[in-house]
């Protein structure tokens, strides 16, 4: 990609880069190879991946069965889980454009562009993230003199974004501008399943904890990880490379998704959320704030050996990134 000398674009690609290259053991977030810095511009080999779920849901207008979305879950709250304990890290931007998948059924959770640091187990910026799967706490928060939100800020993103794969539709419909999503999320009561016995009754309770309204009776990643509905899909296999294989052959004959960038303000009026990352046309998918900016360079990861990345003096990282801001 080329370097623009945007201040916010270059944060956001160390901060997305500095993730990913201390995340190499966590089998849930996409991989970073390495990077290459020049001066007008930064290559980025990261590991390959199929799609995201926001380009899948378009091109297959299907819903998402149950042990499929059990398995995003599971991978998800551990992604999320391990930024959190391992670097005290909040993504602030869960949505199904950030889930990415393979044609091996792996489920990876991408782009820590505006992954944001705790302090004391909390953070601070407002504006970081989509509206459209933002927590009420963040939009509304109870103390405006001090607005503090969490990780379970992160747990609603999570919750309504499942919920949108359950049903094949963003939850909150027929809103035609960013406010009018605001407004329904922090008026509205919170989205949940049908109780008509499509879903299990660990799925419904799953959304429900998930989308509680009052952020303190929202559950954390480690209550959260103990969920009847993640164990569950945690014990049970499932053929996610099967499913998807027939949901894309299925739909084989549509044409692909049109490529835009990651950071594409949302269009409510059609899908009251934002527009998912760049992909190929064999609709390909790295790490959604780094394939947006231009011409990242994706590798199948079964044919590079990522450990010479890995072993770099951390210190030797740091410097590097910083040269990014220069």
Same mark, same amino acid.
């Given at each position: 990609?080329? *370097?623009?000398?945007?201040?916010?674009?270059?944060?956001?690609?160390?901060?997305?880069?500095?993730?990913?290259?201390?995340?190499?053991?966590?089998?849930?977030?996409?991989?970073?190879?390495?990077?290459?810095?020049?001066?007008?511009?930064?290559?980025?080999?990261?590991?390959?991946?199929? !799609?995201?779920?926001?380009?899948?849901?378009?091109?297959t207008k299907?819903?998402?069965?149950?042990?499929?979305?059990g398995?995003?879950?599971? =991978?998800?709250?551990?992604?999320?889980?391990?930024?959190?304990?391992?670097? &005290?890290?909040?993504?602030?931007?869960?949505?199904?454009?950030?889930?990415l998948i393979?044609?091996?059924?792996?489920v990876?959770? @991408? &782009?820590?562009?505006?992954?944001g640091?705790?302090?004391?187990?909390?953070?601070?910026? *407002?504006?970081?993230?989509?509206?459209a799967?933002?927590?009420?706490?963040?939009?509304?928060?109870?103390?405006?003199? /001090?607005?503090?939100?969490?990780?379970?800020?992160?747990?609603? #993103?999570?919750?309504?974004?499942?919920?949108?794969?359950?049903?094949?539709?963003?939850?909150?419909?027929?809103?035609?501008?960013?406010?009018?999503?605001?407004? *329904?999320?922090?008026?509205?009561?919170?989205?949940?399943?049908?109780?008509?016995?499509?879903?299990?009754?660990?799925? @419904? &309770?799953f959304?429900?904890? @998930?989308?509680?309204k009052?952020?303190k009776?929202r559950?954390k990643?480690?209550?959260?990880?103990?969920?009847?509905?993640?164990? /569950?899909?945690?014990?049970?296999?499932?053929?996610v490379?099967?499913?998807?294989a027939?949901?894309?052959n299925?739909?084989? !004959?549509?044409? =692909?998704? !049109?490529?835009?960038?990651?950071?594409?303000?949302?269009?409510? =009026?059609?899908?009251? /959320?934002?527009?998912?990352?760049?992909?190929?046309?064999? &609709?390909?998918?790295?790490?959604?704030?780094?394939? #947006?900016? #231009?011409?990242?360079?994706?590798?199948?990861?079964?044919?590079?050996? #990522?450990s010479?990345?890995?072993?770099?003096n951390?210190?030797?990282?740091?410097?590097?990134?910083q040269?990014? @801001?220069?």
């Amino acid at each position: 990609m080329r *370097r623009s000398g945007d201040d916010d674009e270059t944060k956001r690609i160390v901060m997305d880069l500095g993730v990913l290259l201390k995340c190499g053991q966590c089998k849930f977030i996409v991989q970073c190879y390495g990077y290459l810095i020049k001066d007008a511009e930064v290559l980025i080999c990261m590991e390959l991946m199929a !799609t995201c779920f926001d380009k899948l849901l378009k091109r297959t207008k299907e819903k998402v069965p149950e042990e499929i979305i059990g398995k995003i879950a599971v =991978a998800t709250v551990k992604a999320l889980s391990y930024v959190k304990d391992n670097h &005290d890290i909040i993504h602030r931007d869960v949505k199904p454009s950030n889930i990415l998948i393979n044609e091996r059924g792996d489920v990876k959770l @991408c &782009d820590f562009g505006i992954a944001g640091r705790l302090v004391e187990s909390q953070a601070k910026s *407002r504006q970081a993230g989509c509206a459209a799967y933002m927590a009420p706490e963040r939009i509304d928060p109870p103390d405006p003199q /001090k607005p503090l939100y969490d990780i379970r800020a992160d747990v609603w #993103s999570l919750g309504i974004t499942l919920v949108e794969m359950a049903l094949g539709r963003f939850p909150y419909q027929n809103c035609k501008t960013d406010f009018e999503v605001l407004s *329904r999320i922090v008026q509205d009561p919170p989205p949940s399943l049908p109780s008509d016995g499509e879903f299990s009754a660990e799925f @419904c &309770d799953f959304i429900v904890v @998930c989308l509680s309204k009052d952020y303190k009776k929202r559950p954390k990643y480690k209550k959260l990880l103990e969920h009847a509905f993640i164990k /569950k899909y945690d014990a049970t296999d499932v053929d996610v490379a099967a499913w998807y294989a027939s949901v894309t052959n299925r739909n084989s !004959t549509q044409p =692909a998704a !049109t490529s835009v960038a990651a950071n594409t303000p949302p269009t409510p =009026a059609t899908s009251g /959320k934002t527009p998912s990352s760049q992909t190929s046309s064999m &609709d390909t998918a790295a790490s959604s704030s780094l394939s #947006s900016h #231009s011409d990242t360079r994706n590798v199948d990861d079964s044919s590079l050996d #990522s450990s010479p990345f890995q072993q770099q003096n951390r210190n030797e990282l740091e410097t590097n990134l910083q040269q990014l @801001c220069l």
